[in-house]
Nanobody, 126 residues
């Protein structure tokens, strides 16, 4: 069973930055996709960003484009989310996800991922 360990959440002021990290305990898939989703209590889980190993294709949610950057460290089975110019509406629990190779149009779908982390809280507030 793959375990995903997230870190980097916390409290930041509007306009600030945070970097989330997620490490997978093992590489189950020879080619894989890793992503981030977020959820506010009472709302559906929302796609944030995803990256595909081998080629590095990326996908972003509309409100994250230009502010968030996703990257991987293939040797470490890890994915990172650099979040800049944070807004109060970015406040949520952020979840890391890991799954097999996904076509670009599927990377934003939750059912493309097989394993999920426990989540890390990001709070943007003055």
């Amino acid at each position: 069973q793959v375990q995903l360990l997230e870190s980097g959440g916390g409290l930041v002021q509007p306009g600030g930055s945070l970097r989330l990290s997620c490490a997978a305990s093992e590489r189950t898939f020879s080619t894989y996709t890793m992503g981030w989703f977020r959820q506010v209590p009472g709302n559906e889980r929302e796609f944030v960003a995803a990256i595909r190993w081998r080629g590095g294709a990326t996908s972003y949610g509309d409100s994250m484009k230009g502010r968030f950057t996703i990257s991987t460290d293939n040797a470490m089975n890890a994915v990172y989310l650099q979040m800049n110019n944070l807004r109060t509406e970015d406040t949520a629990v952020y979840y890391c996800a890991y799954g097999p190779y996904a076509i670009l149009s599927s990377m934003a779908r939750q059912d493309a991922y097989r394993y999920w982390g426990q989540g890390t809280q990001v709070t943007v507030s003055s």
